[in-house]
């Protein structure tokens, strides 16, 4: 971690954002949950089309226009966007963040709307500090060249923003980048972006552990509440194999839950 700074009080505007597929969503279910956990209200908006967040955590605005109307009126892709700065400007007000999972190859568009509306200032003035979580897979030389191209675009538009580097250990850690790959190479000028930020480490769940749950729609706070015999019945899986499932994903939530009470002030757990 990099020199200790305030923590980030809720409410907030919470990001995910990345070019490539590397973890967002899940990122963003996790801390749709921590925030329910702490008893945080929150709005959630996703600008993807797999829809994969409103898939688990239910109530999710989605803010990608029809495509078959961008292609008579390519204004729709930022004017679509427009009910996240009203939902924003009432957040102070309500007490309630705001949760945006957006979608691989949606960063340009969604910094310039993000440029086009002043949503920099507007969220200074409101009082509304913003926290950016930008996932990459440390092995996947893609995945890290294009944190890098995430990083320094939405600190192009939201230069006081607190961005969060999220490596996803899903896949492998850092430690295993082979000496002299271009997976280093991109790597290394990812660490020179992302100088003095924030990062942190999202532990990786085995696909067998997580992929039940995350197919039948149940985020991680559904999943650690179930009754194994009850998960056993509708996931298709043995009482013996839930309960394992369970001690990984409750490893994963207090690993992620640590780390964050670092950035974010957490009444409740992680610290």
């Not at 803010?63 to 961008?70: E, G, Y």
């Not at 924003?88 to 949606?106: I, K």
Request: aromatic share 8%; with cysteine; proline share 6%.
């Amino acid at each position: 971690m990099p020199k200790k700074r305030p923590l980030i009080t809720v409410p907030a505007i919470f990001k995910f954002v990345a070019q490539k597929s590397s973890g967002k969503t899940h990122c963003a279910t996790f801390v749709a949950d921590m925030l329910v956990v702490n008893g945080f209200a929150f709005k959630a908006f996703q600008v993807d089309n797999q829809k994969r967040l409103g898939h688990l955590i239910g109530d999710v605005v989605d803010l990608r226009p029809d495509p078959d109307l961008v292609i008579e009126d390519p204004t729709l892709l930022m004017r679509a966007l427009t009910p996240l700065h009203e939902a924003t400007r009432m957040a102070a007000e309500t007490r309630t963040s705001m949760l945006v999972d957006t979608g691989a190859g949606e960063v340009e568009n969604f910094a310039n709307f993000l440029r086009d509306v002043g949503y920099a200032a507007d969220a200074s003035a409101w009082n509304l500090p913003i926290v950016v979580f930008a996932p990459f897979h440390p092995q996947d030389s893609e995945s890290t060249a294009q944190a890098a191209f995430t990083i320094d675009r939405i600190l192009g538009v939201l230069p006081d923003a607190r961005i969060v580097l999220v490596e996803n250990r899903y896949g492998g850690s850092v430690e295993r980048i082979v000496a002299g790959s271009l997976a280093e190479e991109n790597y290394q000028k990812l660490l020179k972006v992302a100088k003095g930020l924030d990062s942190i480490v999202m532990p990786a769940i085995a696909t067998e552990y997580w992929a039940p749950f995350e197919g039948a729609g149940i985020r991680f706070l559904k999943a650690l509440a179930m009754d194994p015999v009850e998960a056993s019945q509708l996931l298709g899986r043995s009482v013996a194999e839930i309960k394992i499932a369970k001690s990984a994903i409750a490893r994963f939530w207090r690993s992620m839950h640590e780390q964050l009470s670092q950035i974010i002030d957490l009444p409740k757990g992680g610290k």
